[in-house]
């Protein structure tokens, strides 16, 4: 196995940066688009659990837009159909913390699909 091929890993760096994207203007159709749709992928949230892409799709219902920042942003890939997307973040409204979310994403058929999500925060 490969660890960091280096097309693979482009791809994954330019899928992540496109989720980002739509998640700070808070496009609920790209962003669940990007989820693998199966009962097996799974999101921890800052604040919530989901288990499932039809959880996964209730909460991004009802999320509003925010701010932050990236920080040391790191794509690691095994492979050429699977990877990590691991970041830092900083969020304005809530300062003195700092945020922490990594992605686990899978190639399918449709494309690469995160198929499990983490994201905490932390004191600064």
Not at 49 to 70: D, I, M, N, T, Y
Request: aromatic share 10%.
């Amino acid at each position: 196995m490969q660890i960091n091929h280096p097309e693979t890993q482009a791809e994954v760096a330019e899928i992540f940066a496109a989720y980002e994207a739509a998640l700070l203007a808070n496009d609920n159709e790209t962003l669940l688009s990007m989820f693998l749709d199966s009962p097996a992928t799974v999101r921890y949230g800052v604040a919530d659990v989901q288990h499932g892409f039809a959880e996964v799709s209730a909460f991004r219902s009802s999320q509003v837009p925010f701010e932050r920042r990236l920080e040391r942003t790191v794509v690691t890939t095994y492979g050429r159909d699977f990877a990590t997307a691991s970041t830092l973040f900083i969020r304005p409204d809530l300062p003195g913390q700092i945020g922490r979310q990594m992605q686990s994403w899978a190639r399918t058929a449709d494309g690469w699909k995160v198929v499990a999500a983490h994201v905490s925060m932390m004191p600064e």
